[in-house]
């Protein structure tokens, strides 16, 4: 065995407790302020949001190590205050406790410019827009300077030779180009939350970035502004969302989540396009990433990370954002409310269908939400204003005169041949399915209470998904709509409509189920017998009924009427399966989907069925109308558009 002596301990001689000099305590909280350029970048432009300017030009010598300035049309700095502002905890944007609990500005702790200030080499050109100030001043921070200067209002600051006097951390820096990366990060995070401020951004001499101005804030404008930072690919993938407006009864006290989450397919391998913001002000937050990616649960499978940028806003006396030296985290007086709100925003955006939102955008006509901070007067609290154009579509209406509604009348079964009480094989076979209505030019003769969107009712030109034409190898629908072919995994859009279905009726409580004319009856293994023994009650509510005829033998009595082409044992079987897992009197929430998933997968059309069109169009009018039919239950996308040009593309036509 190997025996190491400790290093022994070299005594240190003691030494006095004393203050530190001024220049060190700046230089200690530079250590945590200024990372790297980016954070001097980061720190500037919010000093020019704190004095309302509307455009903000940023130049940068090297990757913002040689030289970062900032050059705002804000208020500016009066000449009496100027020395000040350069102080350790000097600041006009709070006064008193009070002030800071219910702060609304970017900055508030008075130390970005002392600290940049005792790492790098600092002027500072600022003209206040007042009569009796004709010219502007120019500050040397390292003398003290100041002399006249000419300058239209506002503020330029400089800041050159970062880290000059600590060599030791300019050591961390990375490339060039590497830093200058992260400044450009850094200002795209600002403008995102400030649509109405323009942003250019000048590398040794060329101009990298511009974002002109778009209007005063609002869906609009971020929808602008998003396009124009992330690309136009971005908002084309997205969809906006404005909450409580979603689910008015749902809200928290003066909490609000609005912005853009982006359709699964966009989703990306990593999470850098994941932009959070609490009240303007970009963070990263655990609550808040974590209630987006719960959103997407149900839709996006694997390791891909979603793409969003969301805003929350509250009363800032409900969230602290003084947890952190660089105000990138904070901390909500109620994490679970925030949890919720963004948690329901993103699902209730996603679960649109886009074949049906295609007719009729989710958020045609946004209001105008986001009202930047006035100049230093604090956070803007503003009420909502109503809007129009939002939808909630009303899948419990397809299942036959809402949830549970199947379970009256004669059972409806999927996709004909039906074990129905009468015997007859009916072939409409999906509960809600449209066609009937418009082949007969009349209501519905069954009267399902098909409330819009009903694109049955639509001409079949108009309807987003098509019109059935043909069945490929048993596995796709071929559908013709207006833009060109479409192709529907049909399996994989069954079986979501089949999951949303029973997930709809689990919600109300009320899965219809169907008795078995025979039961089916299986040989079990003690545990299935004595987890169907224990989960009576659960199995019920799942709409289903399995009895002990034997300690080794049971006997499916019924099943979900959704469900009841399957095969009953193999649903039996695999639900006693899933139960098995969890400890029933507490099917949560997430063993809930998975069960339901099990169970929808039995039920769902299997591959090389043959369908008929009028199956085939019953199926695209479901998934027109059920939320999340755009995804199957793993996340992959059910159906594709191929446009017109697509196919022309294909054989070179118009070339
Ligand atoms: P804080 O932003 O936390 O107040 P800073 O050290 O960043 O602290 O800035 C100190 C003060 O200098 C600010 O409170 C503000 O009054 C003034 N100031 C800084 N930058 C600007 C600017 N670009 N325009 C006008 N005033 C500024
Ligand atoms: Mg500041």
Redesign the pocket.
């Known amino acids: 065995m190997l025996v190491t002596t400790p290093p022994s301990i070299p005594q240190r001689p003691r030494r006095p407790i004393r203050e530190l000099p001024d220049e060190l305590i700046s230089q200690i909280a530079a250590g945590e302020v200024v990372e790297r350029p980016a954070s001097v970048v980061r ?2 432009v ?3 949001l ?2 309302g ?1 509307t455009q903000i030009t940023l130049r940068l010598q090297a990757g913002g190590v040689r030289l970062i300035s ?1 050059e ?1 049309n ?4 009066v000449r009496g ?1 100027l020395p ?2 350069l102080k350790r905890h ?4 709070i006064a008193s406790l009070s002030d800071l609990e219910s702060v609304g ?10 600290a940049i200030c005792s790492i790098a080499e600092v002027s500072l050109l ?1 003209r206040v827009d007042t009569a009796d100030e004709p010219h502007g001043w120019l500050l040397d921070a390292r003398s003290g300077e100041l002399q006249a200067a000419a300058r239209a209002p ?2 330029t ?1 400089e800041v050159r030779e970062l880290f000059f006097a600590t060599p030791a951390r300019r050591k961390f820096l990375k490339t060039d180009a590497t830093e200058l990366a992260h400044c450009i990060e850094a200002v795209r995070r600002h403008a995102l939350a400030r649509p109405d401020v323009g942003f250019a951004i000048w590398h040794d001499g060329k101009l990298v970035a511009q974002w002109r101005a778009v209007g005063r804030g609002g869906m609009e404008a971020l929808r602008q502004r998003l396009a124009d930072v992330l690309g136009e690919d971005f908002v084309q993938q997205a969809v906006a969302l404005d909450w409580p407006l979603d689910a008015p009864d749902a809200a928290g006290p003066g909490l609000r989540v609005w912005g853009f989450a982006g359709l699964p397919d966009a989703a990306r391998s990593r999470a850098d396009w994941q932009f959070a913001y609490v009240n303007g002000r970009y963070v990263r937050d655990k609550t808040i990433t974590h209630a987006a990616r719960s959103a997407y649960e149900d839709v996006l499978h694997g390791h891909r990370q979603p793409v969003y940028a969301l805003f929350v806003s509250l009363d800032p006396a409900r969230v602290d954002v003084n947890v952190h030296p660089t105000k990138i985290e904070v901390r909500f007086r109620d994490g679970r409310e925030v949890h919720q709100g963004v948690r329901r925003a993103v699902e209730a955006a996603l679960a649109v269908p886009r074949s049906g939102a295609s007719a009729e955008p989710v958020n045609p006509q946004p209001a105008a939400v986001w009202a930047p901070p006035a100049r230093q007067e604090g956070f803007v609290f503003r009420p909502r204003e109503p809007e129009v154009g939002h939808r909630v579509s009303d899948v419990g209406a397809l299942w036959g005169g809402g949830p549970g509604g199947a379970s009256t009348g004669s059972a409806r079964t999927e996709f004909g041949s039906a074990r129905t009480e009468s015997g007859s094989d009916r072939a409409d076979v999906f509960p809600g399915s449209i066609p009937s209505s418009v082949r007969a030019g009349t209501d519905s003769v069954r009267a399902e209470p098909v409330k819009a969107p009903a694109n049955g009712a639509l001409p079949p030109g108009d309807w987003p998904l098509g019109r059935a034409v043909a069945q490929l190898q048993g596995v796709y629908i071929l559908a013709e709509n207006n833009q060109g072919l479409v192709v529907v995994d049909m399996h994989a859009a069954h079986e979501r409509i089949v999951y949303e279905r029973l997930k709809q009726q689990l919600d109300h409580q009320q899965v219809a189920s169907q008795p078995l004319l025979i039961p089916a009856t299986f040989a079990a293994t003690p545990d299935e017998v004595a987890t169907a023994e224990d989960c009576t009650a659960v199995l019920q509510a799942l709409g289903m009924e399995i009895t002990t005829l034997s300690p080794r033998t049971l006997a499916v009595r019924a099943v979900p009427t959704t469900l009841a082409q399957g095969d009953p044992v193999e649903l039996a079987r695999s639900v006693l399966a899933e139960l098995g897992l969890h400890d029933a009197s507490t099917v949560v929430q997430r063993a809930r989907n998975e069960l339901l998933a099990t169970m929808a997968c039995h039920g769902a059309v299997r591959a090389n069925r043959r369908l008929t069109l009028d199956e085939m169009n019953a199926l695209l009018r479901q998934m027109e109308v059920t939320e999340r039919s755009d995804q199957c239950n793993h996340g992959r996308p059910t159906w594709r558009q191929l446009g017109m040009k697509e196919l022309d593309a294909l054989f070179l036509r118009g070339r």
């Open positions: 720190e500037l919010d000093n020019a704190d004095a300017a900032v705002d804000g208020g500016g700095i205050e000040n502002a000097a600041t006009s944007k500005t970017m900055g508030f702790r008075g130390e970005a410019l002392a600022t506002g503020t600051v």
